[in-house]
């Protein structure tokens, strides 16, 4: 939990203020339907806790190279 603001509310400020740069969530929240949720809310991917290695490595090459 964020202390202001939800990360939702954050990557839609972000996002309002014309930021670019991919959003990844990072969760605790693992339910079936999590990753749907987030991706429709706007996130670029979905990350749920506790990270899995292949998980992180996927994202990593996906956003960075």
């Not at 670029?44 to 806790?49: A, F, V």
């Amino acid at each position: 939990m964020m202390p202001n603001m939800s990360g939702t509310e954050t990557m839609n400020t972000l996002k309002e203020k014309g930021y670019q740069t991919p959003i990844v969530v990072l969760t605790a929240d693992v339910e079936t339907d999590s990753k749907v949720k987030y991706i429709n809310a706007g996130f670029d991917d979905y990350l749920g806790k506790p990270i899995e290695i292949k998980e992180l490595e996927r994202v990593l090459k996906k956003y960075l190279l």
